[in-house]
């Protein structure tokens, strides 16, 4: 492999930036952020720069994948709720700290101006933010916004930075929607949109289908697409969700979104019978299970509005699993998703479909690659 220079002066000498961090490193940082200890995990990554791991190596190599160790440790139920916030907490920090080492200025930027920012609603920013650090990396003058940036303040600060290119992160599938009004926000302000995030799908499928002008899977993808050059800078026309999406025409989507809380009322009060282990739960146990229906009816409005059961599949098969490492039985599922289609009208035949689609993959154990943590 030819070895690349970057933008922080160290080198690529082939293998990946995971490759390139000592394992030892990688177990240090988890124990430390394990422990919810700033102090220590902001030592083992200033040390792993002074030994010579370069920037961009401890940024994609190291803080990314233990990020993503957080959230698969969480899943498997060996970190509580708590726990998974102060390390995530923690690994943000770590990132503060690193900014102060003497060998993470970047370049003057030569690029010209990005802003990255997460969509409304969307509250999981780590990713954004190691994109952005990553493109200031390579020479772009970066404006964050951060986290659950709502649409028209995102476009006002458009109009008055006039940035390039909008890199738009979407972590959960159910904020897709959303997604799609902001990226039409920043196309016809005259803005084009890289998407990024676990939401869009792991093959950009759906930046593809939303409409956005790039799609990349990771910090390091995100800038090769943009230094090739983004198209569609040009202003284009308002347009409605539907122009783009003609199977919305349906209805669905909107009807499955007006009647959520019915659904979810609904799907309560009649899963008592169909899963007697629920007549035993106390208050917390209910209020935990009207948050998970609720997380079906909203990803099943996902899937209808992006047109896509495996999204849904995806999303159950994986639910599945995190019950099963808490001693939930899995086959609740199924009675939710029976009683779901039996309270939805006959007239919606794709989230029937989709329905029965996460069905199957219960019953014959299908699962699909998460798309949500």
């Known amino acids: 492999m030819t070895t690349q220079h970057r933008a922080d002066g160290g080198t690529d000498g082939g293998g990946s930036p995971w490759e390139r961090v000592p394992a030892k490193v990688h177990e240090d940082l988890w124990e430390a952020l394990r422990q919810g200890d700033e102090y220590t995990a902001s030592g083992?990554?200033?040390?792993?720069?002074?030994?010579?791991?370069?920037?961009?190596?401890?940024?994609?190599?190291l803080i990314a994948p233990v990020q993503e160790r957080i959230g698969a440790e969480w899943a498997a139920n060996r970190i509580t709720v708590a726990q998974e916030h102060t390390a995530t907490a923690v690994n943000e920090r770590v990132m503060a700290a690193l900014a102060h080492h003497p060998a993470y200025r970047p370049p003057p930027p030569h690029r010209g101006r990005i802003t990255v920012a997460c969509v409304d609603g969307e509250w999981h920013s780590l990713p954004a933010r190691l994109v952005a650090e990553v493109l200031r990396r390579r020479g772009w003058d970066v404006g964050f916004?951060?986290?659950?940036?709502?649409?028209?303040h995102l476009v006002a600060d458009l109009h008055a930075s006039?940035?390039?290119?909008?890199?738009?992160?979407?972590?959960?599938?159910?904020?897709?929607?959303?997604?799609?009004?902001?990226?039409?926000?920043?196309?016809?302000?005259?803005?084009?949109?890289?998407?990024?995030?676990?939401?869009?799908?792991?093959?950009?499928?759906?930046?593809?289908?939303?409409?956005?002008?790039?799609?990349?899977?990771?910090?390091?993808?995100?800038?090769?697409?943009?230094?090739?050059?983004?198209?569609?800078?040009?202003?284009?026309?308002?347009?409605?969700?539907?122009?783009?999406?003609?199977?919305?025409?349906?209805?669905?989507?909107?009807?499955?979104?007006?009647?959520?809380?019915?659904?979810?009322?609904?799907?309560?009060?009649?899963?008592?019978?169909?899963?007697?282990?629920?007549?035993?739960?106390?208050?917390?146990?209910?209020e935990r299970t009207a948050e998970d229906v609720a997380h079906v009816v909203d990803h099943l409005a996902a899937a209808l509005y992006v047109d896509d059961d495996e999204l849904f599949t995806s999303f159950v098969s994986w639910t599945a699993d995190v019950l099963t490492t808490r001693g939930v039985p899995a086959e609740s599922l199924d009675p939710t998703?029976?009683?779901?289609?039996?309270?939805?009208?006959?007239?919606?035949?794709?989230?029937?479909?989709?329905?029965?689609?996460?069905r199957t993959a219960l019953t014959t154990g299908l699962r699909p690659r998460p798309t949500a943590t």
């Open 44 to 61: 083992v990554v200033l040390d792993a720069v002074d030994a010579g791991v370069s920037v961009e190596d401890v940024l994609l190599g």
């Open 145 to 152: 916004l951060g986290a659950h940036v709502p649409t028209p």
């Open 162 to 286: 006039a940035p390039r290119a909008v890199a738009l992160s979407c972590s959960m599938p159910r904020h897709l929607p959303t997604a799609h009004r902001v990226v039409a926000a920043c196309q016809a302000a005259g803005f084009p949109v890289l998407a990024g995030g676990r939401a869009f799908g792991p093959d950009g499928r759906h930046a593809r289908t939303l409409g956005a002008d790039g799609w990349a899977p990771n910090a390091q993808g995100a800038a090769e697409v943009l230094e090739s050059g983004l198209a569609g800078s040009l202003p284009r026309p308002a347009h409605r969700p539907v122009d783009d999406l003609p199977h919305l025409a349906d209805q669905e989507y909107s009807t499955v979104t007006r009647a959520r809380q019915r659904l979810v009322r609904e799907t309560l009060a009649a899963l008592e019978d169909r899963f007697p282990p629920m007549r035993a739960y106390d208050d917390v146990q209910r």
């Open 337 to 358: 998703l029976d009683l779901l289609a039996a309270h939805l009208p006959d007239a919606t035949p794709r989230a029937h479909r989709v329905l029965a689609a996460g």
